[in-house]
């Protein structure tokens, strides 16, 4: 008997060493999209619409946390106010390709099992967050994109939607405008050919402030260099990390063009043992310098801190390679950094000890 009470005794003592309790530490970090965000191009009606919907996502994510929700359930609940809005490019209010269709991609990062889920180039799924967890929870597969995707969202019972659901005529006309800035550079481009001016991806970049257009491969590729994109990262209770993203990607991008959001290690990574990051940006350079892995590398293998890795990749990397965006990254700590190398980046934070901020601009 005395050797059963102490055996009992010794198992309820292994789980909750094993059952930390993380309650004093849960956080919740968002973003909206980073570019050129400056005070001088925001109106104070703007402003407060960033702001109001920033602030309505991250309630809804933290009270999921709060009430001992996972992880995986707050950032969902979070990216779907995102996705919802049009003031964000996620889900209603997308960016347009070229052809004039919204094409959508997101993914989820469990940093606990490190299961993941993605769906790419979707049209009709109103909540492309939700199938990507669909994916990570209900299928032997990580990505899944285009028709097969939204069928496989209908088949597990998520809201379908025609495709008209996403526009919005302030994105339809930042198309416009692309296209029309397209064909004027375009125009202009031929005659440097002639002269035999090598055109470099390079000089493309350096136009880009001069016409707020973004010039890429002699493409201009999309508006005001404003990435939308949304995103969240979170720590719950039980000290399970988890990230997502949700994009419409780049205004003016090609058909079957797929951004780094969904790329599991680039725009979404969770890794209980370092990190959970989203990020938005220039997405090609993203997948690229796989950001969001190469934040959780530097902490693992060179045991960096969660702010030394994150401006290491941001701040130095990126600038070099020329890639513009930003992040935003929670640890098992519930430490948190946000950095990014554009004018300014929508992005807010809530922690369990009350500390909660939403801020748009560098300064
Ligand atoms: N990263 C996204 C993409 O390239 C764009 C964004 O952040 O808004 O698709």
Same mark, same amino acid.
């Given at each position: ?7 009992? =005794?010794l198992v309820l003592l292994c789980i909750s060493a094993f059952a930390q309790d993380y309650s004093d ?16 191009? &925001? ?9 109001? *919907?920033?602030? +309505? /996502? ?12 996972? #992880?995986?359930? /707050? ?12 003031? !964000? ?6 960016? !347009? %390709? ?6 959508? $991609?997101?993914?989820? &990062?469990?940093?606990?099992? +490190? ?20 994916? &990570?929870?209900? #299928? ?10 939204? @069928? ?11 495709? #008209? ?9 930042? =198309? @416009? ?8 550079? +375009? ?20 136009? /880009? ?7 890429? $491969? *002699? ?9 939308? %994109?949304?995103?969240?990262?979170? =720590? ?42 989203? /990020? ?5 350079? !993203?997948?690229? #310098? ?7 590398? +530097?902490?693992?293998?060179?045991? &960096?801190?969660?702010? $030394? ?39 807010? !934070? ?12 560098? $300064?």
């Amino acid at each position: 008997m005395k050797k059963l009470s102490f055996t009992l =005794l010794l198992v309820l003592l292994c789980i909750s060493a094993f059952a930390q309790d993380y309650s004093d530490r849960i956080t919740l970090v968002i973003h909206g999209g980073a570019g050129t965000i400056t005070r001088a191009n &925001m109106s104070p009606e703007r402003e407060k619409a960033y702001r109001e *919907g920033l602030n +309505l /996502a991250l309630q809804k994510g933290y009270e999921v946390l709060e009430k001992g929700g996972t #992880s995986v359930q /707050a950032v969902e609940a979070a990216i779907r106010v995102m996705e919802d809005s049009p003031l !964000f490019n996620a889900g209603k209010g997308a960016v !347009f %390709t070229n052809e004039g269709k919204n094409e959508l $991609d997101a993914a989820i &990062m469990e940093g606990k099992t +490190l299961k993941a889920g993605a769906v790419a180039g979707v049209t009709t799924i109103k909540n492309p967050i939700s199938a990507a967890i669909a994916v &990570m929870d209900k #299928s032997a597969h990580v990505m899944m994109a285009g028709k097969g995707a939204e @069928q496989f969202a209908k088949e597990k019972g998520l809201e379908i939607v025609d495709p #008209s659901y996403f526009y919005t005529e302030a994105r339809y006309k930042a =198309l @416009q405008r692309a296209k029309e800035q397209e064909k004027t550079e +375009l125009d202009h481009n031929t005659g440097q050919e002639k002269e035999g001016k090598a055109r470099t991806e390079e000089k493309e970049i350096k136009k /880009a402030p001069k016409t707020g257009y973004r010039h890429f $491969d *002699g493409l201009i590729f999309t508006e005001g260099k404003k990435f939308g %994109t949304v995103g969240c990262v979170a =720590l719950d209770k039980y000290g399970n990390l988890a990230a997502g993203t949700s994009t419409g990607g780049m205004t003016n991008k090609r058909y079957g063009r797929i951004g780094d959001a969904p790329i599991i290690g680039a725009g979404t990574y969770a890794n209980n043992a370092t990190c959970a990051v989203s /990020a938005t940006g220039h997405g090609e350079y !993203f997948i690229r #310098s796989v950001v969001g892995y190469d934040i959780s590398a +530097l902490m693992e293998y060179k045991g &960096m801190s969660l702010t $030394d890795a994150a401006n290491e990749v941001v701040m130095k990397k990126l600038v070099e390679r020329g890639g513009e965006g930003g992040v935003i990254a929670v640890d098992r700590n519930g430490n948190i950094a946000m950095p990014f190398n554009s004018e300014g980046m929508y992005r807010g !934070f809530v922690k369990a000890d009350g500390n909660r901020e939403i801020l748009i601009y560098k $300064d």
